[in-house]
């Protein structure tokens, strides 16, 4: 057994992929680790850029299959780690090269993951850090209890026997928001969560990302995720700040992003029309209506329960369209992609 098994799901990244792949090489301390590559049926050159790394890295090797999506490959790669501890890379992302002596300093023996919330973006250290929480060992409520919202794109290193032992897998149905539920069923099994502030992955912003780019069946599938944590008993799992990262979890990839791409046509209303009928997420917002959260979100809460569905979607629209006409005339330089 090595330490830590790195996977790396890749789906035609081959503009990406070179940079994912000089980090790996570049990491300190890393020869008790494994690189686990699942090529998800890619149609450029990712495979090619792949197989040249693995023929020489005897750390590396590559697991080939048809395309079935990010889910599936990470969990095929799952069935083929070694390591004590599971760390999850996206194939256009990339590693700090102390990643494994920041892992190894903070991660504590007796913790079931780390949690490094301050990712890096591109080049530049993330201001806003999704949890105001001091670096050491908490339990799972403690974690909740600690933090306003859980980061639903967590940078998580995760104890393998936790996930062997109880076959957790990635939802190959939830085509968005998979690792926040995959991490939920993890922090079902797990007990200790290590935290550190320091951060060392780097995340790669691209418009083509399901992040930013609307798709409706794959953007609806978020809502398979209340039917996970409304099962949930944990004590947790009904604290403000896990409801409040369901809401943000479910409106990031439907509601809000419509609106940053300022759509109005038929099919984006109907996609508004499911999220906002939708009966756990009417219950959500009635346990968030009187739930201590902060003032921000209560309006948030209040609005997306009272204000009429079209009216209140296209008035965020023409808002958001103002606010960024408004952003281009201050800073055309910063706004050059301004364009609809």
Known sequence: MCFLSIIIPCYNVENYIDSTLNSLSKLEDAKDCEFIFVNDGSTDLTSEKITDFVGNDNRAILINQTNQGVSAARNAALKQTKGQFVLCLDGDDYLHPETILIIK??????ADALLAPCIIKQSEIEKKRPLNIQDGVYSVEQLYASCRIFPTAPMMVYRNSIIHDNSLQFNSNIKSGEVYDFTVSFLEKAHKIAVTNIGFYYYVMRNSSATHRPNYTADLSVLQ???HFSSIPNQWSKSPSFLLTELKMITSFTYNKYIRNHLTNSDTIGAIEIVLSNPN???LLTTLRTS????????????????PHKIGYKLCVCCAKIIKTINYLLHPKKSSNFAN
């Not at 300093?105 to 007796?110: G, R, S, V, W, Y």
């Not at 201590?292 to 204000?307: C, G, N, Q, R, S």
């Open 105 to 110: 300093n903070n991660l504590q023996q007796d």
């Open 225 to 227: 995720i209340m039917d």
């Open 292 to 307: 201590p959260i902060d003032i921000k979100h209560k309006i948030y809460v209040y609005y997306l329960k009272y204000m």
């Open 281 to 283: 997420f009417k219950n």
